[in-house]
Each structure stands twice: as C-alpha cells, then as structure tokens.
C-alpha cells in the first residue's frame, strides 16, 4: 500500500466523501422534479441549472470550512471567472454534475465529480451517481471500488475484440468548426474499418471513464475536455489497473484538455495510431 504524500490525507478524502453523498441528495431531489431551471454558458451545448451551482457552493464551503488552506478548481467557478491555479498545495477539482445535459433531459447518467491533488499529483477519486446510487472510490495506492467492492479493466488487447467510448464531441464545434465534425467522423470510421464491435457514449466523460474502469467498455478517448470532468475518474482507473495517455500517446496532462484511456497500453496504442489529433491550448 503506498504511503500517503501528506499527513491528513485519509481525513480530506473521508470529509469529502461525506459531503459528496449528502450532495447526492440534493441532486437527487433536483433529478425527481419535472423540469430544471436551465442557463447557457458558451453555447447552446454547455449547460448550467441551479443545482449545479449549488452543489459545487456545498461542496467548497464544506471542504474550506474544513481545510481553510486548500485550494479549488470548480467547473461553475471557472465558468463564472475564476482562474485555473494547479499549485502544489491540495487542490480539489470538482465537477458538480457531469453531464448536465443528461440531468436536464432526466437521463441517469450524472456523476458528481471530486477529485484531489496533492503536489499536483493525483491522490484521490470520488464519483457518485446518486440517480443510480452508485458510487466510485479510489485513493492512489489503496485500489478503485464501487459501493465498497473492488473493480478491474478487461484486459482486452486489440480494437477487434474491444467496444470503445467515443461521441462526436460537439463541444468542439464552436472551436473549430467543420473541421472537427470531418476529424472526429475520420476518427470513428478508422476505428470501424479496424473491427471495433461497436461504440458507447453515456453523455458524461467521467461515467464514460468509470465504465472503462469496471471493464464494461475497453478504452474512451476523448478532446476538448477540462480538468474536472477527468482528475476523479482518472484515479479510480489507474487504481482500477487501466492506463491513461495524451490520445497521441504521449503523457498525460490533466490540463491538456484531452484524454485517451484504455484497459491495457496495446488497446492504447492501437487506437492512438487510428486517431487524427487536435491541440488544445493547456488550462494551467
């Protein structure tokens, strides 16, 4: 079991677990009522409601009462002016509801997202969907869980006996145009032409990712994401025995906006090797 990179560190994860499942109740009292109070951030894809924000409020307020000297990355916060600092200190990345799209339109694909780290490095994961009651733990060294049970990637080595999570990433249309739509098409024949038995989008990158992690599907790539929609997910893959790249198969950086994750670095490669890339400008 690895050792903890500070002191504290079993108490921030057991503190924010528990404010992420009394969050839970909050969204899921949201999710039974007909209709959501919707705002549009960016574009007419990118979606906020009340209980977004309110439960990001109750989650910084809760973590900072409790460890004042922590900092925060929160996608509302982002969204409303705050400034992405990715320091050494313990930082929080959270994500209130993943896949708000889904909520508004009452699909139970959501994830509350919290994740830490701790000299930049990745140290803790928490990913509740309180719709379906299933939660996701995982702390670095110690494995990855759903509702206290241990899970595992597939060990799937080729695309030809793989099914692969990939949208079409509408989000990067406003960016880039048609060209995404004629890269992002590209992309998927390639990996139909290669024998994929098939595709799976769940409308929310950490749920794609969970399903990685439980072995449900084999790999999800993925550009024009942020930190909050990857930093919890992520540490339930890896500890999940998946692995994690850049999709052109260089390091990955949990602020370089894209993700290409897999049960095994053959299943990686592979479809490294079928993918036209797009750059992103880093967020820290």
């Known amino acids: 079991m690895a050792e903890f990179l500070h002191p504290d560190e079993q108490k921030f994860f057991d503190v924010a677990l528990g404010l992420v499942q009394t969050a839970g109740r909050l969204v ?3 999710f039974d009522t007909p209709t959501s109070v919707v705002m549009i951030k960016s574009s007419s894809t990118d979606l906020v409601t009340e209980t977004d ?14 460890f004042p000297d922590h900092k925060f990355i929160g ?3 982002v969204s409303g002016g705050a400034k ?3 320091t050494d200190a313990p930082t929080w990345i959270i994500d209130p509801i ?7 339109h009452r699909i139970p694909m959501i994830a509350i997202c919290v994740g830490l780290t701790i000299k930049k490095q990745l140290r803790a994961g928490i990913v509740f969907n309180p719709i379906t009651r299933e939660l996701y733990t995982a702390q670095t060294g110690r494995g990855a869980f759903k509702n206290g049970f241990p899970i595992h990637v597939s060990n799937n080595k080729t695309i030809n006996t793989s099914v692969l999570c990939a949208s079409m990433g509408i989000h990067n249309v406003k960016a880039m145009g048609g060209k995404w739509l004629e890269m992002a098409q590209s992309n998927i024949r390639k990996q139909i032409e290669a024998g994929v038995r098939g595709h799976r989008s769940f409308g929310s990158a950490a749920i794609n990712m969970i399903m990685v992690s439980q072995g449900c599907v084999d790999a999800y790539v ?4 942020h930190a909050w929609d990857m930093a919890a997910p992520a540490v339930v893959l890896l500890e999940a025995g998946g692995v994690m790249f850049d999709p052109s198969g260089s390091d990955f950086n949990l602020m370089g906006r894209k993700i290409l994750c897999a049960a095994t670095k053959e299943l990686a490669m592979e479809i490294s090797s079928k993918l036209t890339h797009a750059d992103f ?3 820290a």
Do not use: C, H, W
């Not at 993925?222 to 994401?225: A, H």
């Open 28 to 30: 899921r009292d949201a």
């Open 53 to 66: 924000q309110a439960v990001e409020k109750m989650l910084i307020d809760g973590l900072s009462k409790a």
């Open 75 to 77: 996608e509302e916060s």
């Open 84 to 86: 992405i600092e990715f």
């Open 98 to 104: 993943d896949g708000t799209t889904n909520f508004v």
């Open 222 to 225: 993925e550009y024009g994401l």
């Open 281 to 283: 400008e880093p967020e």
